[in-house]
Nanobody, 115 residues
Framework: QVHLVESGGGLVQPGGSLRLSCAASGNISSTFRMGWYRQVPGKQRELVAVIWNSGSTKYADSVKGRFTIARDNAKNTVYLQMNSLNAEDTAVYYC?????????WGQGTQVTVSS
């Protein structure tokens, strides 16, 4: 089991930036992918960005060029740098950590973009 703790959400004005962090602990020895998803009420959870052990990344079209996913293996942490935020980015953001044993999810952190 992988335990995830997310941080960094909050209220930000349009055009602003936030950085989300997700620290993992537990049985992460066979991790092969980490990432971020988001969800708004009434909609399905959607992929935001993922990063594989190889360093390859994938982004949702809506965040390309604005968001950057990165990892710090020494700290077992994955980050999501979010720039040029707009109202459509408002959601609960969830960290996910995938190992050969299955996937784990964080509790979610609220990001609200509003003036």
């Amino acid at each position: 089991q992988v335990h995830l703790v997310e941080s960094g959400g909050g209220l930000v004005q349009p055009g602003g930036s936030l950085r989300l962090s997700c620290a993992a602990s537990g049985n992460i020895s066979s991790t092969f992918r980490m990432g971020w998803y988001r969800q708004v009420p009434g909609k399905q959870r959607e992929l935001v960005a993922v990063i594989w052990n190889s360093g390859s990344t994938k982004y949702a079209d809506s965040v390309k060029g604005r968001f950057t996913i990165a990892r710090d293996n020494a700290k077992n942490t994955v980050y999501l740098q979010m720039n040029s935020l707009n109202a459509e980015d408002t959601a609960v953001y969830y960290c996910t950590w995938v190992t050969t044993r299955g996937d784990s999810w964080g509790q979610g952190t609220q990001v609200t973009v509003s003036s």
